[in-house]
């Protein structure tokens, strides 16, 4: 069974920073003039590149990020269509023109309006994707919707009703005066409950699930289902050791009150067992409910699996596993699975365990607003780099070299580039783990980033780049180890850790 961590990796983003980044190797390589100066490369030939690069660079942040895997491929999607369309709209223009345009213009041509087709089709794809994102979200309200409905019309007005029947009756105009008022206090902590479940799925937009006790939540739910089935029985195993928290709030105990008593209205035998097994992972916590009964009808199933509502008009299908639903699931960012066997059925609702990073609520992936903190902190420090470098080397043009062309504004904005990636992978790495908790520690931040900065000049400076260099046909020493370019790097890490840090510390 899957867990309820969604994949950290959409490879949909990959694609994007694929079409960027061949599109942009197009531009160097068919279109940028090395001779250029660098007031004609910054007006004439930069803005494509960086926008080449600025795709490729979104890409990476799209694959890394925590957007759903669905939203990442339609934006994925409408990249290759742009770019598609671009190509096809080229190969037309050519067979059209001939020989008319020089091979420099055809390929200054061919390069500007591949990087246009594919931003063209980025932006498609963004807009197309937060569109269905948010007829996503209005479907998840409508749903909650339905249910505060069915619960407004057959939990509290019919219970309403009864308890004005029974209270225009005086105890001299029933024989059961007493019952009376027994029915009347159960029907009033009928509408009690109701309350409460309502106040469980309609909740403030932006609430979040927080680390819940699961063991007490279970607890309070068993001892409320047995107060109501004390014919039945209900046994508890859980496998782990210490308090077991996951990501729930404090409805979580109704959740897990609908589903067992479920399990014991629909079980063979008037008295029932139910089993309720818990055990972790490493990223979620799974718990596990098995009852004797004839097995959940595959319409049912679906309301947990599939989010398929039952029609709000029918009293008959209850609106209990419905609201499992919608907390668990839409709510908790949890997964719920549903095995019926001979022997009756299991449902299985695994919730994500709680981290010290900073990832979103689903606990998948870097979120949006640690990405933008990432572009300021590389940009940040890549300038910073890049000007040490530029005074204790005297030139940026070697970076260019890497990609083709012996150029210093091709090597900014080269350098500038490779900043944000290798601060994406940083971002990528902390924030995942937080090692050492640095994320709550400014200062440690900026002494990993120093650090993160010194293995990058010795692995990708010292051995990767010197590598690449000869493959382009440049001589190269490996490894290539020099002080200047250590004290690079060096700023480098320091400057992105305490900018990175910064902006980790002001949103939390």
């Known amino acids: 069974m899957d867990g309820p961590r969604r994949r950290d990796i959409k490879y949909g983003g990959f694609v994007v920073a694929a079409v960027g980044f061949l599109a942009t190797r197009y531009t160097v390589l068919e279109s940028i003039d090395p001779s250029a100066t660098l007031g004609a490369f910054l007006l004439g030939q930069a803005t494509f590149l960086v926008l080449g690069l600025g795709l490729t660079v979104f890409g990476i942040g799209l694959s890394v990020s925590s957007y759903d895997e669905s939203f990442v491929n339609t934006i994925a999607g409408w990249s290759l269509l742009g770019t598609l369309s671009m190509v096809v709209v080229l190969g037309l223009t050519f067979v059209g023109i001939g020989d008319a345009a020089g091979e420099v213009t055809r390929s200054a041509l061919v390069a500007n309006v591949l990087i246009g087709g594919s931003i063209g089709g980025v932006l498609t794809g963004v807009r197309t994707a937060l569109n269905d994102h948010n007829r996503h979200e209005l479907s998840k309200q409508a749903d909650r919707l339905t249910v505060l409905n ?225 572009t300021v902190a590389g940009l940040t420090s890549g300038v910073v780099m890049g000007l040490v470098s530029q005074s204790l080397t005297g030139s940026l043009a070697i970076i260019g070299a890497l990609y083709g062309v012996m150029n210093g504004g091709v090597g900014w904005i080269l350098h500038l580039f490779h900043s944000l990636v290798f601060g994406v992978l940083f971002a990528v790495a902390v924030t995942r783990r937080n090692p050492w908790h640095v994320l709550q520690r400014p200062t440690a931040m900026t002494a990993l980033g120093g650090v993160y900065g010194l293995f990058l000049w010795f692995f990708a400076s010292g051995f990767v780049m010197p590598l690449w260099l000869r493959a382009v046909g440049i001589p190269a020493t490996v490894p290539s180890l020099s002080l200047p370019i250590f004290v690079a790097h060096a700023v480098w890490g320091v400057v992105f850790g305490g900018v990175f840090a910064a902006g980790i510390d002001r949103r939390q």
């Open 150 to 374: 069915r619960i407004l019309r057959h939990e509290v007005l019919n219970k309403v009703n009864v308890i004005r029947g029974y209270a225009d009756l005086s105890a001299e105009q029933t024989a059961g005066g007493a019952s009376s008022l027994q029915v009347i206090q159960r029907n009033a902590d009928r509408i009690d409950d109701s309350i409460t479940e309502l106040r469980a799925i309609v909740g403030p937009a932006d609430e979040r699930p927080v680390p819940t006790d699961v063991s007490s939540a279970l607890r309070t739910a068993i001892d409320d289902v047995s107060a109501g089935h004390p014919e039945a029985t209900v046994t508890l195993d859980v496998d782990a050791a210490g308090e077991i928290r996951a990501l729930a709030d404090a409805h979580l105990d109704t959740a897990l009150r609908h589903l067992l008593d479920n399990a014991i209205v629909y079980a063979r035998t008037d008295d029932a067992h139910v089993a309720v097994r818990v055990s972790e992972t490493a990223d979620s916590v799974d718990i596990a409910i098995e009852d004797e009964g004839p097995g959940i009808p595959e319409d049912v199933a679906a309301v947990l699996e599939e989010r398929r509502l039952p029609e709000y008009d029918d009293p008959t299908t209850g609106f209990g596993l419905t609201l499992v639903r919608l907390l668990t699931v839409d709510k908790y960012g949890g997964v719920v699975s549903v095995e019926s066997t001979d022997e009756g059925s299991v449902v299985t609702v695994s919730l994500p365990r709680p981290t010290d990073n900073i990832t979103d609520a689903e606990g998948y992936g870097v979120p949006p607003w640690v990405l933008g903190v990432t």
